[in-house]
């Protein structure tokens, strides 16, 4: 029976791994000039914290994504919840803006071992024929944490001050290492012995799969980079009027994760193009979605949508195509994402000077399209 609800438990389990990673992520951007206040800062020194964070992740993915086909599941990301913990307490305690880029990068390290760990743990422990199904529900912690941990750090933030934001993901940080450590005790990842990242950069398969999640990532890291302030200047709104359509970006991407736990897609080559098309066709349509409040809530739901089913296409190919060294793929895959965390917004902020936001959803269709066609003729 015990045995039971463990099993029950372990997909929940690693759903808060995810959430907890986006939590961290996001809660910083609505409390940064709090900080900075509280620090006697400027907010851009503040902000250096996300970028160190964005760096030690690539980083630490590239340098320990084999670490989870070496040892138990449990343990690894029991250990990456344990460190991401210390990081958001040594966060909270920060007495100067140094010394928070140094915990956030400490925070990067956890990252980089446990959401790829979380990623191939989930395709791993699924049945035949549900890893979508299960992937998707995982993925969906990532909507969980921007829909949540967004506004509450705001408000946590306003009413007993910023520090208690981070001691509160230290608590959760806590909870969920102690969930993955009992939920998956004996689970192990790789099918055969253990490869390095570089010889995981050669499976068949793998290169053009980095490759088109490098194209799809900068395209919604340098698109989401400018979206709020995009709506603000269409619309004339304050930060809450576009925190708004963050929440529909949000829904939309927590709806399509629970709707491929319903129907549990198989993944082909043309299910992968028939989505880049959409979502290709979702970024092209910003330009028409900027003349209407109303149209662009209704976009939002629908980029959400479709870019949970595309990070879930893209994630379940990869772990296909390397069964014995899925925390070594997953870990390339966390670099490359983090990478186009850097690349996007730096791409696209001359594009946004210069055009708009509807330019920079123009060329986000266009690097989505540019993906598109690799997958028709490589994969």
């Known amino acids: 029976m015990q045995n039971r609800i463990l099993l029950g438990l372990r997909v929940p389990s690693l759903l808060m ?6 939590a961290n992520s996001f809660v910083l951007s609505p409390i940064l000039s709090n900080v900075a206040a ?12 996300i970028s160190a964070f964005g760096a030690a992740t690539a980083l630490s993915a590239l340098a320990f994504g084999t670490v989870i ?10 250990g990456g919840a344990l460190v991401l913990a210390l990081a958001q307490a040594l966060s909270g305690l920060s007495s100067g803006w140094v010394w928070l880029c140094v915990a956030q990068a400490i925070a990067g390290v956890a990252t980089g071992v446990l959401l790829p760990g979380a990623y191939a743990t989930t395709a791993a422990t699924a049945p035949e024929g549900r890893a979508p199904a299960r992937l998707g529900f995982v993925l969906t912690g990532w909507a969980i944490s921007l829909v949540l941990a967004v506004p509450t750090a705001a408000f946590v933030a306003e009413q007993s001050g910023w520090r208690m934001v981070y001691a509160l993901l ?3 940080s806590l909870a969920t290492a102690g969930c993955l450590f009992m939920t998956l005790p004996r689970v192990h990842n790789a099918m055969s012995g253990p490869i390095g990242p570089l010889e995981a950069a050669k499976l068949p398969g793998v290169p ?14 340098g698109s989401f980079a400018f979206y709020g302030e995009g709506l603000r200047r269409a619309f004339g709104i304050n930060a809450q009027g576009a ?8 829904l939309g991407f927590g709806a399509a994760g629970i709707g491929l736990g319903v129907l549990a897609p198989r993944i082909s080559r043309g299910y992968v193009l028939s989505i880049f098309v959409c979502l290709a066709l979702s970024y092209g349509g910003w ?13 939002a739901i629908v980029w959400g949508g479709l870019n949970q089913l595309g990070l879930n296409a893209l994630v379940i190919s990869l772990n296909r195509k390397a069964q014995a060294a899925r925390g070594a793929v997953m870990g390339l895959n966390s670099a490359v994402t983090y990478s186009a965390v850097f690349a996007g917004p730096a791409f696209m902020g001359p594009v946004y000077a210069a055009l708009g ?23």
């Open 170 to 172: 230290c608590g959760t």
């Open 17 to 22: 791994g995810v959430m907890m990673v986006g």
């Open 69 to 78: 086909d070496r040892w138990p599941a449990g343990q690894v990301l029991a």
């Open 208 to 221: 053009t799969l980095l490759v088109i999640m490098f194209a799809y990532m900068t395209a919604f890291y």
């Open 357 to 379: 936001f509807a330019g920079v959803t123009t060329v986000a269709a266009v690097s989505v399209s540019i993906g598109a066609l690799i997958a028709w003729k490589d994969l």
């Open 243 to 250: 925190g708004l359509f963050v929440l529909a970006y949000g």
């Open 287 to 299: 330009r028409s979605a900027l003349t209407s409040p109303v149209l662009a809530f209704l976009a």
């Open 38 to 49: 509280d620090l006697d800062a400027y907010p851009a020194q503040v902000a250096w914290a």
